[in-house]
Nanobody, 118 residues
Framework: QVQLVESGGGLVQAGGSLRLSCAAS????????MSWYRQAPGKQRELVAA???????NYADSAKGRFTISRDNAQNTVYLQMNSLKPEDTAVYYC????????????WGQGTQVTVSS
């Protein structure tokens, strides 16, 4: 059973950067498509970025050009580098692991708070 633990959130000023990490336990990480979602207060959870087992990436329009998702299968870790942050990026960011590309999996991390001040 894979477990996910996010880290790297915090408070940053607009225009700043953060790198989120999601460490996965278990031996099946390399067989999982990994994604980052976020949920702002009063809003639905939304996909931010995804990376397939082969390294194919997909980004929400709001993330394109500013965020980069990557994975290190040797470290069982997926990253989300976030640059040029905006106040509207403020949300709890969740890591997700799944076996079907294009759909969220059943496994979620506990979330990490990202707050961007103006």
């Amino acid at each position: 059973q894979v477990q996910l633990v996010e880290s790297g959130g915090g408070l940053v000023q607009a225009g700043g950067s953060l790198r989120l990490s999601c460490a996965a336990s278990g031996s099946t990480f390399r067989n999982r498509h990994m994604s980052w979602y976020r949920q702002a207060p009063g809003k639905q959870r939304e996909l931010v970025a995804a990376i397939s087992t082969f390294g194919i990436t997909n980004y929400a329009d709001s993330a394109k050009g500013r965020f980069t998702i990557s994975r290190d299968n040797a470290q069982n870790t997926v990253y989300l580098q976030m640059n040029s942050l905006k106040p509207e990026d403020t949300a709890v960011y969740y890591c997700n692991a799944g076996i079907n590309w294009g759909a969220s999996g059943l496994l979620w991390g506990q979330g990490t708070q990202v707050t961007v001040s103006s």
